[in-house]
């Protein structure tokens, strides 16, 4: 059964230059007849692509190929510009640091509140803060706000979270770049436990031998397009052998 499919999806997004025009800028412009529309840029490109549920599905690509933003439409963060989104189960997505997070609130509120987000209620989320802080290695922080952990602390957390609610759907973008070698293992092995139990994955990560060991099927995208898609390892060695040809 499908649970996730992209039809023709595209997407422009406003360009920095854009994001800087402020009205006093704008309104001198144009008196002077200077104004030229901001330009925008387009992050990707008349996707197709169908995800099956139980797949484990890996994302790779150079920085700005649009992987992230791929994520962030599939989580429904994101509306593309033109096409279509069916996404069936719910998703919990790991996109961003610290993404969800209150960070002048303490750990224990936001293991709720993340919870909540994700359509979870608080007693249920208060009665898997045990099991979150632990995954995490954070049980000496329930009461810190979330602004006084590490970066890796912060990942560590928002990955137990996610994990520990059993998704239908685990999207994660680079979040075991974060973290020392036996926590990293521990994500792996909890990964694997989706894998097993049915859930759909899909991993964003420059860590190819990752993505060839935890992936079935690979897809690579290049400049907004899917340049290539298959098995982990041909997907990975048509990535690489590009890359030692530029």
């Known amino acids: 059964m499908e649970v996730i499919r992209l039809d023709k999806v595209s997407l422009w997004r406003r360009t920095q230059e854009e994001f800087s025009y402020d009205l006093k800028k704008t309104i001198l412009s144009i008196l002077e007849g200077k104004y030229r529309r901001p330009a925008k840029k387009l992050v990707l490109d008349q996707i197709d692509l169908v995800i099956e ?46 993404a969800g997070f209150d960070p002048e609130i303490s750990v224990m509120d936001n293991i709720q509140l993340y919870g909540v987000l994700l359509g979870f209620s608080r007693a249920e989320m208060r009665h898997r803060a045990k099991s979150i802080l632990e995954f995490a290695e954070l049980e000496d922080y329930a009461l810190v706000p979330v602004k006084g952990l590490s970066s890796g602390m912060v990942a560590r957390l928002g990955f137990s979270i996610a994990t520990d609610i059993q998704p239908d759907i685990l999207i994660l973008d680079e979040v075991l770049s974060v973290g020392d070698e036996n926590f990293k293992n521990k994500c792996k092995q909890r990964i694997n436990k989706f894998w097993d139990e049915g859930a759909t994955v899909l991993v964003v990560s420059h860590d190819l031998d990752l993505i060839k060991q935890s ?31 530029i």
Do not use: M
């Not at 190929?65 to 963060?77: D, E, Q, R, V, Y």
């Not at 898609?229 to 030692?244: E, P, S």
């Open 215 to 245: 992936c079935g099927w690979v897809v690579w995208l290049d400049k907004g397009n899917i340049r290539f898609a298959g098995k982990a390892d041909a997907t990975v060695n048509c990535y690489l052998n590009a890359l030692k040809s």
């Open 53 to 98: 549920q139980g797949a484990k599905i890996g994302i790779i690509g150079a920085n700005g190929s649009g992987k992230s933003t791929l994520l962030k439409i599939i989580s429904g963060i994101l509306q593309p510009t033109s096409g279509t989104v069916r996404v069936r189960g719910k998703i919990a997505p790991l996109i961003e640091l610290g």
